[in-house]
């Protein structure tokens, strides 16, 4: 995977059941409550489909790389 997918937590309102969580096909993001969804690294395939769900643009994927660095 070269791509990792980053959650902006003060981009997501956290008033509302996160859609993305729904699309995620590997079970890779979990919500608790209204929070801002999580991430599991080890699930996740970088396939970006939770992102184009998140409207607020609260999930991106960057370059594992760069994300490995910050
Ligand atoms: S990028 Fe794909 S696999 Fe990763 S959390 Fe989003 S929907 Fe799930």
Not at 7 to 17: A, E, I, L, M, T
Not at 60 to 69: I, K, Q, S
Request: with cysteine; glycine share 8%; charged share 20%.
């Amino acid at each position: 995977m070269n791509k990792t997918l980053e959650v902006r937590k003060n981009f997501c309102p956290q008033n509302h059941p996160c859609p993305a969580v729904r699309v995620c096909p590997t079970g890779a993001l979990i919500q608790k409550g209204y929070a801002a969804p999580e991430v599991n690294p080890d699930l996740c395939t970088g396939c970006g489909k939770c992102v184009r769900q998140c409207f607020p643009g609260a999930l991106r994927l960057v370059d594992a790389a760069r994300a490995n660095a910050a």
